[in-house]
């Protein structure tokens, strides 16, 4: 069978249930909760899977195939992220009822000023890694399916957000259900293969060897190691996309017990794309520049059959994060939106969908004009977000809200945000590896002199 056939029949076949399930939903959603949040009804299994979904997506196979340990280390920041969070700090986002990053600081602190802030620093970070998983459905599409591409890649992308504008985050679920099931399905198979059909066994004394020559050669110092673990496992705790999670869940012990099993999935399943990546580069696999080498890499070891199912499965990776990170952020610009516009409830079903279809198009377009390094790419979108406001949100949720000051929240996203620039533009070998920590000090900084400043003029 022609591969380019099967790749297109495949994922005809799933584009059309995901329209039809988003559909056949539709028809229940009466507000803007129904829409982004499912009606906060959702059990441990669904938000469990799609947890999973946010993360088990094209860009970690395709960069991790890129550089494998530096993938490794991100997986792993991810895991601590979610287990950091199913102890506790799932569980405070799910009691806040609120639907935003924004609204957890607005509520906490009691301005609405940090509610704007803190949206429209998410949505920046949620676009950079939107950018990422479209360069990788890229990367699939227009190099390795044989399919004339032109215009495949776009079909692609609005197939994807027709089905999250009609069924909202109820159909992102569903869909994420059958996404990371034929993921971790396809990849563990082909996983199980080529252990058996490589040449070198990676757990023999040769394989181990061949193992440290390659992390010897990939030269990455501890102050890179610590932050490719570090810079993960606080935007898992910071990011809209996972908090939007447990906002949607049915009360507090679901948000925390999927955190929990997620972390859990996660770690056992990073040994596959990881092993993919060390095998891309141990077999001195070629590849095209700024295109990852894992597809060719299943080239080489599959027939036409199996790498037209590699590829299916890796548009179902890159599907179930791109889906999400859609609804995540047409969330955070809807809320943006009804603070600016008062809507009536008939209005707020339609103008999600269109807000949705929107920066669905501005990230399509986008991704035309932006470097092709996914993993560097996901870290750095992470980088602000995280500079500016994992002090106060770490604050809000541990914290008493009574012992919380709006001049702190503020002076810390300030301080953080300086503080990212100035590293940056003022390089020195003593603290330039370690220029995350330092802003992160600085943010701190910012939120104890707030916390100061304020607590003495209401004491006097």
Known sequence: MDGSILFLGIMGCLSTLYIALGWALSKDMKTKSDFFLG??????FPITATLLATQIGGGMFLGTAENPFKGLLYILGMVLGFIILGFGL???????HVDT???????????????????????????????????????????????ESTYLFPVFWFLMVAYTLLGGFKAVVITDLIQVAIVITVFTGLFFYMLWKSPIPIFSIEGFGNVKTLFHDANLSVAE???????????????????????????????SISAVYSGVILLLFACVPFYFGLQAQLQNIPAEQ????LLPLLQNYTNTF????????LMSAIGST??????????????????????????????????TLVFGTVVLCASYFVPTNIIDI??????????????????????????????????SIMFGFLGFFLTRLYQHPLFTPWSFLVTLLISLTGHLIGDLAYFQRKGA
């Open 39 to 44: 009606g906060r009804k959702l059990g441990v």
């Open 90 to 96: 799932a569980e405070k986002y799910r009691s806040l």
């Open 101 to 147: 990053l924004g609204g957890v600081l607005k509520k906490q602190y009691g301005h609405n000023a940090l509610h704007t802030i803190t949206d429209l620093l998410s949505i920046i970070s949620i676009g950079g890694i939107l950018l990422g998983q479209a360069i990788a459905a890229q990367s699939v599409i227009h190099h390795f399916t044989g399919v």
């Open 225 to 255: 190691m610590v932050r490719f673990i570090t810079i993960p496992l606080l935007f898992s705790i910071i990011t809209q996309d996972v908090a939007h999670r447990f906002f949607a869940a049915k009360d507090k012990a679901t948000a």
């Open 290 to 293: 700024g295109i990852s080498p």
């Open 306 to 313: 199996f790498f037209m199912l590699a590829s299916c499965g």
């Open 322 to 355: 791109i889906d999400s990170l859609l609804c995540a952020g047409s969330s955070i610009i809807c809320n943006l939106t009804h603070e600016l516009f008062e809507t009536k409830l008939k209005d707020e079903v339609r103008l999600s969908q269109i807000i």
């Open 378 to 411: 996901l870290v750095g979108s992470y980088e602000v977000s995280v500079a500016c406001l994992i002090v106060p949100v770490l604050f809000a949720l541990l914290r008493k809200k009574e012992f919380l000051s709006p001049p702190s929240a503020f002076l």
